[in-house]
């Protein structure tokens, strides 16, 4: 993942050419790919799919109404913003 963003790969460790010529790799030896997705979007303002979750209103929140912050094995590097 890029910056441990979901949805996305790494371009340095795993540019998509290298991810592509893997997975070709693997059917030609009769292996499959299996995704795994981590549901914990990071906190990040301009990645599409923390904005897209604000926009709409998609995030667990507090029972005070607050958006729930919860530490993931990436961890917590930026505070919600207001």
């Known amino acids: 993942m890029d910056g441990f963003r979901d949805f ?3 371009p ?3 540019p998509v ?4 010529a893997f997975v070709k790799d693997l059917h030609a030896h009769g292996q499959k790919v299996v995704l795994i997705l981590d549901p914990g979007i990071k906190i990040d303002p301009g990645y599409p799919a923390y904005d897209e ?3 709409r ?3 667990i929140k507090t029972a005070d109404g607050k958006l ?3 530490d993931v094995w990436p961890g917590k590097d ?5």
């Open 17 to 20: 050419s290298a991810y592509n």
């Open 8 to 10: 996305s790969l790494d």
């Open 12 to 14: 340095v460790n795993y």
């Open 53 to 55: 979750g604000i926009k």
């Open 68 to 70: 729930h912050a919860g």
């Open 57 to 59: 209103d998609i995030f």
């Open 78 to 82: 930026i505070e919600i913003p207001a």
